[in-house]
């Protein structure tokens, strides 16, 4: 069986990798610090069953922050848009508090890809703050980088 795959820009960048079972495979882990893609409505049981279910997914973004285990899965903080900005990105609060959630081993495949950032340390931009990431346009989908004035949390209804 023949399967076309197409992709609009193919990019690529370093990161951190462990020799998997064979000396052929290897495995990469989201590292704290990073930033990630997750499948929005992530579902591998139907996916697994209908690849095409996946073109049209759409992405959350997360800042990854604890140390991915094999056994325990990792921390991640909910990434929001920064008005103003087409590729600025802030951790996501509720009342003052960071949101937060865990994600477990067994949920490894809602992981899409590693986003490249830079993190800003404040004042390099007017209305950049300490902590705040430029995410590269490359690895966004366009939906993500569009100017919008008024946003609506990507988070609503999460479960993981």
């Known amino acids: 069986m023949k399967q076309e795959v197409s992709w609009q820009i193919i990019s690529s960048y370093k990161c951190f990798w462990t020799q998997g079972i064979t000396e052929d495979q290897f495995e990469i882990y989201p590292e704290k610090g990073e930033i990630w893609a997750l499948y929005k409505d992530w579902d591998l049981d139907d996916w697994s069953n209908d690849p095409d279910a996946v073109k049209g997914c759409r992405f959350e973004l997360v800042e990854v922050i604890s140390e991915f285990s094999k056994y325990l899965g990792a921390d991640a903080a909910c990434l929001e848009k920064v008005d103003g900005f087409k590729s600025v990105f802030k951790r996501e609060t509720m009342g003052g508090n960071l949101i937060t959630f865990h994600i477990s081993p067994s949920n490894i495949y809602m992981f899409s890809h590693n986003v490249p950032a830079y993190r800003f340390r404040g004042g390099e931009i007017d209305k950049?703050?300490?902590?705040?990431?430029?995410?590269?346009?490359?690895?966004?989908?366009?939906?993500?980088?569009?100017?919008?004035?008024?946003?609506?949390?990507?988070?609503d209804n999460r479960t993981v």
């Open 128 to 155: 950049i703050a300490d902590g705040m990431f430029e995410l590269d346009q490359m690895a966004l989908p366009d939906y993500m980088i569009q100017d919008m004035d008024s946003q609506q949390s990507p988070n």
